[in-house]
Structure formats: C-alpha cells, structure tokens
C-alpha cells in the first residue's frame, strides 16, 4: 500500500498536536490510538453514513478485535449541526458505557467533526478526541483550530466551545469520492490560504489549477499541507480570535450574507467564500491596497476553480446581511482585505458607500455569470 505521509505540528499552548497528511492513513490510524488516549481506551467513531459506507471497512481494518469501536451515525446535512442531537449522542455514550477514559473520532466532514468536538468538550466535562476529516474543507480548515460547535435556529454556530483533538488524520485518499463541487468547495479557502498569508501556495495554485482540479495526488497534498500550515501557525499565534485569527475571514463576511438571503440552500459555504473573496478583492482594489493587476490576478484564480453557481439576491438584503457581522464593532464595518498576495488585514472603517458600491459590483458579476 502507498503510504507517503507528513506532519504539521499545532503548538498551541496546553494543546500540542500534529495533523498527520498523506495517502492511506486510514488503516494506520486504530494502531496508533493507544498512544493518543489511555491504555485499552475505549473508542467511539461518530460518522455520517455515507462516509461510512465508503470508507468504515478500511478505517476498521487497522482496530485490534478484541478492542472494536463502537459506531455512532449522525446524519448528514447543516441541519442536523444541532443541539438536540449532541444530547441524543451523549445519551448513547452513557447507555454504552464511555467514561473519561474513552475516546471519540469523528470521522467525516466539518459538520461531524464540529458536533464530535462539542461533544467531547462537553460529555463528562471533556473527554479526549481526534479528527479524520474526509473533505477537503475539513481537512484545510474545519479540523484544525479547536473551535467546535452547534447551529442555533437563530444563527450558525451560536453555541460551542474550544477544544483540541489529541491529533489529526487528514487521509488523500478520501477525497477521491469527494463530489466535485465539494472539492472546489475546499480549494476556495485554499486559495484564501495563499491571498491572506502565503504568495507561495498561491502562485502555485495559480499555475497548476488543472492538475489541483483532477485531484493529482501529489498537487492536492501540497496544496493541503500549505494550507493547514498555514492556518496552524495563525491558530498558533491567536486561538481566540483576538486579532490575527480573524484574517482567516477574507471573503466570508459577504459571503456569509450570501450564504444568509440563499438560507444556506443555493451554494456551499466555499462556493459562498469564492464570491466573497471576489467582493474583498474588488474592495481592496478600491481603497488602493491591491494594484489593479494583483486584484486581476486574485479574481483569474478563483474563476479558474469555478465556475462558482449563480444565486438570486437583491442587493439592500446582501446590504442589511452584511451589516450584522459578528466582526463588526459598535457600528464601525470591520473587513478583511488584501494588501498584497499574500498579505491580508484588518480594516476597521469600510463605509456604507463603500459597501454599497461593493455589493453593486459583485451582483454584476453574478448577473453576468448567469449570462
Ligand atoms: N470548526 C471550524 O473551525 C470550522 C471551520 C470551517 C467550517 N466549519 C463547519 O464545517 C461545516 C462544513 O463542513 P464540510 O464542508 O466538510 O461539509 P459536510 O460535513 O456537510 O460534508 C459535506 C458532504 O460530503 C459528504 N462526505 C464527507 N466526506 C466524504 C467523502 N470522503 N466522500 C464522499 N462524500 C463525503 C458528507 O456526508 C456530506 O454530505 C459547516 O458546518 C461549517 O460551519 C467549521
Ligand atoms: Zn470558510
């Protein structure tokens, strides 16, 4: 079997861990548990059933039989990402006996790892955890970081909590059953990943956007690694979102409103960020922080991931979407823009103008995309 892994250590202070990437991790990884929990550790996988169906027997493979997990299903779908749920998966762990000493693994997309995560922050005051993203945006951004949790029928994410895994297994292999549109789901924040922090990855990205697209192994993974390095080294520097870690918001706070108007059906959350990303561009543009041919340049690479779906939105609903950003402070419009390739920041006044005139351009865009 090909086994070509590498290792990204996270190092934040009282979470030290490493995102293990490569091709078939899977079998491996119920040999290395021992090392990762407490001695004959009991472990409990939580998965969709899709990703089970395709990917359980090999991921089984490498447990021990006389130590089996025992298998949790959540299923799939944003709506499921809720409240009600984490409490009928802690009532199954303590109907099947998990006690501190257990572990979990949450083994599928953002949506499972962010409700396992939760779950083990919260079952028995917290219990250990790990992470086998099986989509690329799982593997790039949702497992790495420490922030779990819950949607709230009044908004995403509202309740949740920080809490690390002990390690993640970030398999390629996975991703070769990934839906295509999921795919350029994941390589949009990217691409994100080298506007705001690394001209590397993105001028790589920029040049081998064909082979990245036919999911070449070895392009994917170096891809992956840059971009988990990336976010690893920002998580590093800033778990809480103090400062820094908000840059990884370039391109979602209109594309979060997108995703708003849209009720979360038209688009997936990367294909959201892919718009938003153009808007941030075009706004950066303005205000002189990005030259004409670097902001050029941006929006060539996103398109080239594309074609991103068109979605219908009035422009005054993006507007009042984007106003009630969590970033925003006491009234002053808080973006994420680019200063060059590879250098994001924090810009604290964008004025209503200025925004305006922004949403004006990206529905152009829309609108000629539809063409
Ligand atoms: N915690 C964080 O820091 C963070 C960051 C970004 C996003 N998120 C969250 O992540 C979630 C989105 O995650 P996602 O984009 O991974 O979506 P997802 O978890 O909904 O997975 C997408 C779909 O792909 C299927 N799938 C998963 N792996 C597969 C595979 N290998 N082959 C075939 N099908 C597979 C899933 O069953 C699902 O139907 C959102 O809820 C978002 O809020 C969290
Ligand atoms: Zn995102």
């Not at 497992?143 to 993640?168: M, Q, Y």
């Not at 009720?263 to 808007?279: D, K, P, Q």
Request: aromatic share 6%; proline share 5%; glycine share 8%.
């Amino acid at each position: 079997m090909k086994i070509m892994a590498r290792t990204i250590p996270v190092d934040i202070p009282g979470a030290n861990y490493s995102v293990h990437l490569g091709s078939g991790l899977l079998p491996r990884i119920g040999k290395r548990l021992p090392k990762l929990a407490s001695a004959n550790a009991r472990a409990f996988i939580v998965t969709a059933p899709e990703v089970w169906s395709l990917w359980g027997k090999t991921l089984l493979s490498g447990f021990p039989a006389t130590n089996p997990p025992q298998v949790l299903f959540l299923p799939s779908g944003e709506k499921n990402k809720r409240f009600a749920n984490v409490e009928t998966l802690a009532t199954m762990l303590s109907e099947s006996g998990a006690d501190r000493s257990s572990i979990l693994i949450a083994f599928g997309g953002g949506i499972i790892g962010d409700v396992t995560g939760f779950l083990a922050a919260i079952y028995m005051r917290g219990i250990p955890y790990i992470q086998i993203p099986t989509t690329l945006l799982s593997q790039v951004d949702s497992s790495v970081g420490g922030k779990t949790g819950v949607n709230l029928s009044s908004g995403k994410n509202l309740i949740g909590s920080f809490h690390h895994p002990r390690a993640v297994f970030a398999d390629t292999d996975v991703l070769h059953t990934l839906p295509p549109p999921e795919l350029r789901a994941g390589l949009y924040e990217c691409i994100k990943a080298g506007i705001i922090r690394d001209a590397a990855l993105f001028n790589y990205m920029e040049r081998n956007a064909q082979t990245i697209l036919s999911a070449d192994d070895a392009a994917l993974t170096r891809v992956i690694a840059a971009a988990i390095r990336m976010k690893a080294e920002v998580v590093t520097l800033d778990e809480r979102e103090g400062g820094l870690r908000m840059i990884l918001n370039y391109g979602h706070t209109i594309g979060h409103a997108i995703e708003t108007v849209t009720n979360y059906r038209a688009l997936l959350h990367g294909e959201a960020v892919g718009w938003g990303m153009l808007a941030a561009t075009e706004l950066s543009r303005m205000r002189g922080l990005l030259t004409e041919a670097q902001a050029s340049r941006i929006a060539a690479v996103i398109h080239a991931y594309g074609p991103l779906p068109c979605f219908r939105a009035t422009a005054e609903k993006l507007y009042e979407a984007t106003a009630r950003d969590k970033k925003n402070r006491a009234g002053a419009r808080r973006f994420i823009l680019a200063e060059a390739i590879g250098k994001a920041l924090i810009v604290p006044d964008i004025t209503d103008a200025e925004l305006r005139s922004t949403i004006d351009w990206l529905l152009a865009r829309v609108r000629e995309a539809g063409k």
